[in-house]
T-cell receptor, first 112, second 113 residues
Framework: DAGITQSPRHKVTETGTPVTLRCHQTENHRYMYWYRQDPGHGLRLIHYSYGVKDTDKGEVSDGYSVSRSKTEDFLLTLESATSSQTSVYFC???????????FGDGTRLSIL | GQQLNQSPQSMFIQEGEDVSMNCTSSSIFNTWLWYKQDPGEGPVLLIALYKAGELTSNGRLTAQFGITRKDSFLNISASIPSDVGIYFCAGPLDMDSNYQLIWGAGTKLIIKP
């Protein structure tokens, strides 16, 4: 799994509550990404980071924020979770922009 | 926006059969990536292609970067039970980097009982 740990692996919460997912890497890769995976959609990029404190929006960023205070950690926050954010969330890392991305094992998030 | 169309959506195969799947894009790509995902796990990179016409193998897997740069193919020879899973193609949205990958919806491989 390329030294990527996602936590928690599963979470059930209620609409309107804040949720934070964590991605931790031991590879010292500069680039980190958050995706969501839904049936029939493949993976869709939420946010990505190209360095400490450097982040940018992806295709489906509405309702999500991210932070990267150190190289090894990339946090994804749902400020006020909605049922449409029920999904499986994957973190990925890459050494450079021209190297393929490697993925963690995902967090299954259910919002009731 | 750009889309990746992956086909077939699913395949039922007998052990020992060869498998073919493909991915097409509405735009030109400069990189094609093929990943496999097992249940409960993240996608794992199988093959990366960087040049039009390139043919690359990884064991029983062979992938090709189409000459038009708008398609790619993945073949699996002599399938075995551990080949079951979902296969995804992906390519970078930005021609100059892999920041933003767009993904096909996947081809699900199922072994016939």
């Amino acid at each position: 799994d390329a030294g990527i740990t996602q936590s928690p692996r599963h979470k059930v919460t209620e609409t309107g509550t804040p949720v934070t997912l964590r991605c931790h890497q031991t590879e010292n890769h500069r680039y980190m990404y958050w995706y969501r995976q839904d049936p029939g959609h493949g993976l869709r990029l939420i946010h990505y980071s190209y360095g400490v404190k450097d982040t940018d929006k992806g295709e489906v960023s509405d309702g999500y924020s991210v932070s990267r205070s150190k190289t090894e950690d990339f946090l994804l926050t749902l400020e006020s979770a909605t049922s449409s954010q029920t999904s499986v969330y994957f973190c990925a890392i890459s050494f450079s922009t021209n190297q393929p991305q490697h993925f963690g094992d995902g967090t299954r998030l259910s919002i009731l | 926006g750009q889309q990746l169309n992956q086909s077939p959506q699913s395949m039922f195969i007998q052990e020992g059969e060869d498998v073919s799947m493909n991915c097409t894009s509405s735009s030109i790509f400069n990189t094609w990536l093929w990943y496999k995902q097992d249940p409960g796990e993240g996608p794992v990179l199988l093959i990366a292609l960087y040049k039009a016409g390139e043919l690359t193998s990884n064991g029983r897997l062979t992938a090709q970067f189409g000459i038009t740069r708008k398609d790619s193919f993945l073949n699996i020879s002599a399938s075995i039970p551990s080949d079951v899973g979902i296969y995804f193609c992906a390519g970078p949205l930005d021609m100059d980097s892999n920041y933003q990958l767009i993904w096909g919806a996947g081809t699900k491989l199922i072994i016939k009982p």
